[in-house]
């Protein structure tokens, strides 16, 4: 039989309030044997083979962080790319400093342009943001480079600018773009329907498979860097899944990957109105036969309400917004309810994309119909995202027996955006509403849904316990998590949001030996600072992987 | 190539819009298997309520279904510009494509891609609507602004279910779709059931000139020729006076500011463009206009009236 390794840490932080505080844990294989002492745990030393590893004496052992919703193959396209964001990016071959005005905009791209050796190379930049950069055209792209192809992608994914090089690299004519409602061929700027037109030309270069896979490795090390041991990837196949799925499983399904990724589909294609629900049953279930060790189809499926948050296309219910502001549906209601009722009556766990009030009523009534018509206990019907919502609707969200798993960072980056350009100081502050949540008990979990924010878990629960926006405002103090419900919401809660709390986010006898291994107590840092501590690396399965730290 | 040439190639493009149950799928279904003599490529967001004879299936792979007609219809899953190349890739091309779009969807968005994708030019917006509902579902929390959007962005707007209102209520929907949709013609079925000239304009690059005025249900069809070449300011105010029963027009045009070139007239609802078209050559020119109108008296001898006035 394996050997038992015990390790002896400063502190275990279990995560688990019957033994909140060891200082040992004793791991046979993937699995935690007992946590206590050493003195505690004789009996099964004595019993059987075992060694002591001290190698975290100094260090802080918490559960295996857990990120139940971002998006590895929206992170493959992207990670290639050059960051040049407003705010700075932690990533692990990199710091990106936070970029501010236009000059500093136009003097990172250009230096950019000079550390890229092939001359040919287009160079892809991400982070673009009007109200930080101000506007770039096609004349002031061309400024940066006049033969490699540069472009410029907004942060919020729904605009990019080229320059001439780029234009003559898709050999795009240029009468085909002036025609384009959508395409402003002097300034070079295409936006909304005219990104497929741009992206037409481009796919065939980001979503290459050589490409793909380096931006896959890319996110291999994001996820490990960010001190995650389980990862939520909550629509699976958003591309394309039989394109995705092989890639997936040839990057992350290595033995030296030291995490798993539960695969969540969605239900219905993006594109709308499946009414087939049988076939779409068989299609989600059929799905797990595919499962390998790290990636896992089971019984949890993703719905999508409104629209994006980032995009601004979220429906809001009264008073609206500022500006004049249309909000959509990515599954017209009907639908949505049809589909909800199909995976509901089959038992599935519900997960539903809301980012505006609106989107969350819709989920709400929806439930609501659900639970008179079949009723069910613990059915983690869960509010993805939660960007602006009512308090009437969280206390509805306890009496319905629904989860969150909410995206904090909205409070950090967008906070003051939204402020003084769409809903006013009252609503952008309380938009994702953890501290009602709390009050009303209602399973709560932070995710990133990387790239829309770092995935850096302690980040989140920095947002979350502070929330502070990025030009310092504290917006809704009322809001706030406390330390231990944000520790929470990254552990044992999160764990809870995608069903595996059996398995994974608290430190137990019985559970995966998945341990994030901290260079200081978080509970001792306290809120303030929580974002800076050091992480040594992780713990999968029983097997420590050190984070290799960027020189 | 000349942009002349460029318009005569590229494909038109009809979007059909409206909210869910609004009976877009059954117009759908009509064109699937009208006997209209064109190859339709009919984009739909998925094949659930799509219903065509068994019988007229030639082929089914995956996400298209070909017809014996030479129609096809395919599924538009995530992306509607994949969905176009891929027919725009068939052989031989669709002579028109139609883009149902989804229920919750601004057609006015999905018509920038008759607008601006590669090979692909705008025919037009149809919204479809269910008389009976739309008027409560406009003021729906949840979709109200989806639903008058969609009445907005209407060219040409298919009154459904009208069977289900009583006078009054048909007078007071026809009025109150006028403020919602100021673009748009109206067009009334009980069955959704139109001929396709309506929806998709008349067939290919020529003109088919019946002879005086056809009848077909409601609908009547009203042709003018002359030899006398046509002003084209006083045609342009000429047609943006025509009275709301005129749906549809097509016209192959001979104009005083450019003799030497075809003009190719298209009007749709309220929206009337006008392309140039291939040098007249050798032939000798001349203008003909077909109209399709609904509840026009004397169709042929109004436009005859309208018409002569802008002849030189």
């Known amino acids: 039989m394996t050997e038992i390794t015990v390790y002896t840490a400063r502190l275990v932080r279990t995560m688990e309030p019957a033994l909140p505080l060891a200082t040992a844990v004793a791991v046979r294989g993937d699995q935690i044997i007992e946590v206590g002492s050493l003195e505690t745990m004789q009996p099964w030393l004595e019993a059987h083979p075992h060694r002591i590893d001290d190698r975290f004496k100094d260090h802080v052992i918490m559960p295996g962080f857990i990120d139940p919703h971002l998006h590895p193959s929206m992170a493959a396209l992207l990670l290639p790319m050059h960051f040049t964001t407003a705010l700075e990016w932690h990533l692990p071959w990199q710091d990106v400093p936070a970029t501010r005005g236009n000059n500093e905009f136009l003097d990172r791209l250009k230096e950019i342009d000079l550390s890229m050796e092939d001359p040919d190379e287009p160079l892809f930049a991400w982070g673009h943001h009007p109200i930080w950069h101000d506007e770039v055209y096609r004349q002031t792209l061309n400024g940066i480079s006049s033969s490699r192809p540069v472009i410029v992608w907004h942060r919020g994914f729904h605009t990019l600018v080229v320059n001439d090089a780029t234009i003559k690299w898709m050999g795009m004519d240029e009468a085909e773009g002036e025609r384009h409602p959508q395409v402003n061929m002097a300034e070079g700027r295409f936006f909304e329907t005219g990104l497929a037109l741009a992206f037409r030309y481009f796919n065939s270069f980001t979503l290459a498979p050589k490409r793909f896979a380096e931006g896959l490795e890319r996110l291999r090390q994001v996820v490990h860097f960010g001190g995650h041991t389980t990862i939520g990837d909550m629509a699976a196949g958003m591309f394309d899944l039989e394109m995705e799925w092989p890639a997936l499983v040839k990057a992350l399904e290595r033995d030296d990957t030291p995490f798993r990724v539960q695969m969540i589909p969605p239900g219905t294609p993006l594109g709308g109105g499946l009414k087939e629900s049988e076939k779409l049953i068989e299609r989600a279930v059929g799905l797990r036969e595919r499962n390998t060790h790290r990636l896992r189809f089971y019984d949890h499926v993703k719905l999508f309400a409104d629209g994006g948050f980032y995009a601004g296309l979220m429906q809001l219910g009264p008073p609206g917004a500022i500006e004049e502001h249309h909000g959509e549906w990515m599954t017209p209601p009907e639908t949505f309810e049809a589909v909800a009722r199909a995976f509901w009556n089959e038992g599935f766990k519900i997960h539903v994309h809301c980012s505006g009030d609106l989107g969350v009523e819709l989920a709400l009534d929806t439930l609501e119909k659900l639970q008179w018509e079949r009723p069910r206990f613990d059915h983690r019907f869960t509010i993805e995202h939660f960007g602006v919502s009512t308090p009437e609707q969280v206390r509805r969200m306890a009496a319905l027996g629904a989860c969150a798993s909410v995206n904090i960072y909205y409070v950090h980056e967008l906070g003051d955006a939204y402020w003084k350009n769409k809903l006013g100081h009252e609503r952008a502050s309380q938009m994702s509403r953890l501290g009602t949540l709390a009050r009303h008990n209602v399973p709560t979990a932070l995710h990133t849904d990387f790239t829309m924010a770092p995935a850096l878990p302690l980040n989140s629960a920095w947002v979350a316990v502070n929330r502070i926006s990025e030009a310092g405002h504290v917006m809704g103090p009322e809001e706030c998590l406390t330390l231990d419900q944000a520790m929470r919401a990254i552990t044992v809660d999160a764990a809870y949001v995608l069903g595996l709390e059996h398995e994974i986010g608290t430190i137990r006898a019985g559970k995966k030996a998945d341990f994030t291994i901290l260079e200081q107590d978080p509970y001792e840092v306290g809120g303030e600072n929580l974002r800076e501590i050091p992480i040594w690396g992780t713990v999968f399965e029983g097997r420590p992987f050190p984070i290799k730290h960027k020189k | ?312």
């Open chain 2, 1 to 312: 190539m000349s942009p002349a040439d460029d318009h005569q190639l590229m494909i038109p493009v009809t979007v059909i819009g409206g909210y869910l149950g609004a009976g877009k799928t059954t117009l759908i279904n009509g064109l699937l298997g009208g006997d209209h003599g064109r190859r339709l490529a009919v984009l739909v967001n998925d094949f659930g309520e799509i219903n065509i004879d068994a019988a007229l299936i030639t082929a089914h792979d995956g996400d298209t279904i070909s017809l014996a007609n030479g129609c096809v219809c395919c599924t538009i899953a995530d992306a509607l510009g994949t969905a176009l190349d891929n027919v725009l890739g068939l052989t031989p091309a669709p002579d028109h494509i139609v883009i149902e779009a989804s229920g919750v969807a601004n057609p006015a968005k999905i018509a920038m891609y008759g607008q601006g994708w590669p090979g692909l030019r705008l025919d037009g917006i149809v919204t479809v609507v269910d008389g009976d509902s739309v008027r409560a579902r406009s003021t729906d929390k949840f979709v109200g602004t989806t639903v008058m959007q969609q009445l907005a962005a209407a060219e040409l707007l298919i009154l459904n279910k009208m069977d289900l209102l009583s006078e009054r209520q048909h007078m007071d929907l026809q009025q109150w779709l006028r403020g919602t949709s100021p673009q748009a013609t109206i067009v009334e079925t009980i069955f959704g059931q139109l001929p396709a000239e309506i929806l998709l304009g008349q067939y290919g690059d020529g003109i088919s000139l019946p002879d005086g005025a056809e009848s077909h249900g409601d609908f009547e069809t009203a042709a003018f020729r002359t030899d006398r070449p046509l002003d084209r300011a006083r045609l342009m105010s000429q047609i943006a006076a025509w009275p709301a029963g005129v749906l549809r027009a097509k016209g192959l045009l001979h104009l005083t500011d450019d003799p030497a070139h075809r003009y190719i007239l298209q009007l749709v609802g309220k929206r009337c463009t006008l392309e140039m078209g291939p040098p007249w050559l050798a032939e000798r020119p001349d203008s003909q206009i077909v109209v399709i109108s609904a509840g026009l008296d004397m169709a042929s001898d109004w436009l005859e009236a309208s018409l002569s006035a802008v002849c030189l």
